[in-house]
């Protein structure tokens, strides 16, 4: 994907983005880039912390994860977990609860779990393979699992959703927050039930959707950032 460095202007202030807070964040926003940029950027504020990554559809590769962020060192943050079905979305939702080792490459630290993420949460269980009510009672004890995380862990679990309709429903039910993220003329506009900001406007009248943008935001926002981590790369754990 090409860059338009001409993109986002320089601003002398420091750009907003929400903070996630302890409990169940939904994003809602048709851009990945957004997500990426809400995960990374409360993983270099919130020091120490790894994101544990329930991953589906390919959200958490390793090339737009190191585009968005304004370093590498992020990633050695980054521990993911990929499922491909619903039984392995379900399973891994219960491991990071109850089962100490987490994949067969790393065990989950409590005193170390500063985020949990989990997009497009709902999308495996709407698998033809399963009949509606064993989908709904999945997708539901996924959630609740995911809840009762992040209340052992006193820490974000940020979410998407596949798709906004009936079967979703659970997932507002949820949530303790909701993050609207808008596209306007002006530029990117964060919406909360406490939060409003317009993130970063563009120059040219056109909202820019593309990881490039996102990146731009982060490195603006770097000044917030603590000194920096070690340089790594992400690690998938199952």
């Given at each position: 994907?090409?860059?338009?460095?001409?993109?986002?202007?320089?601003l002398?202030?420091?750009?907003?983005?929400?903070?996630?807070?302890?409990?169940?964040?939904?994003?809602?926003?048709?851009?990945?880039?957004?997500?990426?940029?809400?995960?990374?950027?409360?993983?270099?504020?919130?020091?120490?912390?790894?994101?544990?990554?329930?991953?589906?559809?390919?959200?958490?590769?390793?090339?737009?994860?190191?585009?968005?962020?304004?370093?590498r060192?992020?990633l050695?943050?980054?521990?993911?977990?990929?499922?491909?079905?619903?039984?392995?979305?379900?399973?891994?939702?219960?491991?990071?609860?109850?089962?100490?080792?987490?994949?067969?490459?790393?065990?989950?630290?409590?005193d170390?779990?500063?985020?949990?993420?989990?997009?497009?949460?709902?999308?495996?269980?709407?698998?033809?393979?399963?009949?509606?009510?064993?989908?709904?009672?999945?997708?539901?004890?996924?959630?609740?699992?995911?809840a009762?995380?992040?209340?052992?862990?006193?820490?974000?679990?940020?979410?998407?959703?596949?798709?906004?309709?009936?079967?979703?429903?659970?997932?507002?039910?949820?949530?303790?927050?909701?993050?609207?993220?808008?596209?306007?003329?002006?530029?990117?506009?964060?919406?909360?039930?406490?939060?409003?900001?317009?993130?970063?406007?563009?120059?040219?009248?056109?909202?820019?959707?593309?990881?490039?943008?996102?990146?731009?935001?982060?490195?603006?926002?770097?000044?917030?950032?603590?000194?920096?981590?070690?340089?790594?790369?992400?690690?998938?754990?199952?």
């Amino acid at each position: 994907m090409g860059r338009n460095t001409n993109a986002v202007p320089s601003l002398d202030k420091i750009p907003d983005l929400p903070s996630l807070e302890a409990g169940a964040t939904l994003l809602e926003s048709s851009s990945r880039g957004a997500f990426h940029a809400l995960a990374v950027d409360h993983l270099l504020l919130e020091r120490p912390g790894t994101a544990w990554w329930i991953d589906t559809y390919g959200h958490a590769q390793t090339e737009p994860l190191a585009d968005v962020a304004p370093s590498r060192r992020v990633l050695k943050k980054i521990q993911i977990a990929r499922a491909f079905t619903a039984y392995q979305h379900y399973t891994l939702c219960d491991r990071l609860l109850e089962d100490p080792d987490y994949g067969k490459l790393a065990s989950v630290d409590q005193d170390d779990v500063g985020l949990i993420v989990a997009p497009a949460i709902d999308g495996l269980y709407r698998d033809d393979d399963l009949n509606q009510d064993e989908s709904e009672r999945m997708v539901v004890s996924a959630l609740a699992r995911l809840a009762a995380a992040a209340r052992r862990y006193e820490c974000p679990v940020l979410m998407s959703k596949a798709r906004d309709d009936e079967f979703a429903k659970p997932i507002d039910n949820l949530v303790d927050e909701r993050i609207e993220c808008l596209e306007t003329d002006e530029g990117a506009r964060f919406i909360g039930k406490e939060f409003e900001s317009l993130v970063y406007p563009v120059g040219n009248g056109m909202f820019q959707t593309t990881l490039a943008f996102w990146k731009q935001v982060l490195e603006a926002r770097e000044p917030a950032y603590p000194t920096s981590i070690t340089a790594g790369s992400i690690r998938e754990v199952a």
